[in-house]
């Protein structure tokens, strides 16, 4: 292989690909969206307060003025320690007109007619079953309805401590809750982990998912749309097939690390002030994000990057267009999806079985050892394991791409099978048999 030209190749796909304006629209605008999203979260989240008018219908009559009680406390202890903004109940009382189903007709008026926001039936018979009827126009207000689900269970558990004889004070007791705090040990130290190092870690894993798909899927469109416009003949003139076909793949392999190189700017920029104030607004706080982590994520981009880049190239040399490609590009989405279709096993037990398989199984090797390597400490023999596998899948592939590269970019005509891209990947230049061809 003559690396001269192969570096002209990798210049020229570079080059070409830097220079497009779609290319820095996509480099800057993505950082940008992810900021106005989070920006958006945050203010949406303070919004989400607001007062809300409650008629409670206390049907026994001696339920209300403990649950007002109760919600009114509550809601003073958790403004104090919420980031953003906390739903305050006005409570009304509402007693029972004629009958409870003529009391709601009443009431279901009134939420019509904007009175009042919801009403709850404290009815004896319904609370000793464990349930307590909410009416409202909406019922995804979740955090305003466990507020008021939080109170009655309090008042109806005070209650039933005070029939027994037991001081009323027991209940405060009873309710004191124990939190866990996590620290992660690791060979440095150990460290408190809040969950913002296990939310830097998927998006990580969310941006790794996206461009191996991007860029493998340019990978085939490049070779695709060359042998469409015949250039890849003008080429080839000065070039071996598979000089070509490794500069394509590393000059758009370079094109991936350069918005990576970008993307870390801004990352690097999040520490400043005012946006990390945005940033950390959040009960996580503002994610740590360690070099390390950074380091795996460059390499198992590289390493995912050129398995499936090379992937692609084998599927988009036999074909002349993306309708004759879709197919057999559905194997690759496959493989890359199955990775994440294993996330959740993976983070509910990083060492357990399951996530030691895929992540040294090679195509799914990329997505889940990076995230084991981001949220736990890996035994370095199964990092070394993870990456001669995918580097010998990849030389392997590679080797195949190549041979079926040589000889797809030349073909047109009638839809290759699979029979025949397999005597392509056999044939030797060396041998007096020539591969079939079809008319141009």
Do not use: C
């Not at 791409?401 to 839809?415: L, N, T």
């Amino acid at each position: 292989m003559n690396w001269k030209k192969t570096f002209a190749i990798v210049r020229r796909e570079y080059v070409e690909r830097v220079r497009t304006k779609a290319f820095w629209i996509g480099t800057l605008v993505i950082p940008a969206l992810f900021l106005a999203y989070i920006g958006v979260s945050v203010a949406t989240a303070r919004k989400g307060g607001g007062e809300r008018k409650l008629a409670v219908v206390d049907v026994r009559g001696d339920l209300y003025d403990s649950l007002a009680k109760d919600v009114a406390s509550r809601e003073a202890e958790e403004k104090k320690k919420a980031q953003g903004a906390y739903p305050h109940w006005a409570l009304e009382r509402r007693p029972v007109t004629g009958s409870l189903a003529e009391t709601k007709d009443a009431l279901n008026r009134d939420i019509r007619d904007k009175k009042i926001h919801a009403y709850v039936i404290l009815d004896p018979s319904e609370l000793q079953a464990g349930n307590a009827e909410y009416y409202s126009t909406t019922v995804s207000e979740f955090i305003a309805m466990s507020v008021l689900e939080r109170s009655i269970n309090r008042v109806m558990q005070r209650q039933k401590i005070a029939a027994r004889g037991f001081p009323t004070e027991l209940a405060n007791e009873l309710e004191a809750r124990v939190d866990l705090k996590a620290f992660k040990v690791t060979e440095k130290g150990v460290e408190e982990e809040k969950g913002a190092g296990i939310f830097a870690a998927i998006i990580f894993l969310t941006i790794l998912y996206a461009t191996m798909f991007m860029y493998g899927y340019q990978v085939m469109r490049g070779v695709l749309e060359e042998k469409t416009n015949r250039i890849v003949e003008i080429v080839v003139a000065s070039v071996r097939p598979t000089e070509l076909m490794v500069g394509k793949i590393i000059g758009i392999g370079l094109v991936g690390l350069t918005q990576y190189f970008v993307w870390s700017l801004v990352a690097m920029n999040l520490s400043l002030p005012g946006i990390a104030s945005i940033v950390a607004s959040g009960s996580m706080g503002m994610p740590r994000i360690p070099l390390s982590m950074v380091g795996f994520f460059i390499l198992y981009f590289l390493l995912g990057y050129f398995l499936y880049a090379s992937v692609y190239t084998a599927i988009a040399a036999p074909f002349n267009s993306d309708q004759e490609a879709q197919q057999l590009a559905m194997i690759p989405m496959v493989l890359i999806i199955s990775g994440m279709a294993v996330l959740n096993g993976v983070l509910a037990n990083p060492s357990g079985g399951l996530a030691v398989f895929f992540s040294i199984f090679p195509f799914t090797s990329p997505l889940i050892m990076f995230l084991r390597t981001a949220i736990s400490e890996v035994p370095g023999w199964q990092v070394l394991l993870s990456v001669a596998v995918s580097l010998l899948t990849t030389m392997g592939i590679a080797w195949f791409a190549g041979r079926v590269y040589r000889i797809g970019i030349f073909m047109y005509g009638k839809k290759p099978t699979i029979p025949e891209i397999l005597r392509w990947a056999r044939y030797s230049p060396g041998k007096a048999a020539q591969p079939a061809t079809r008319p141009s």
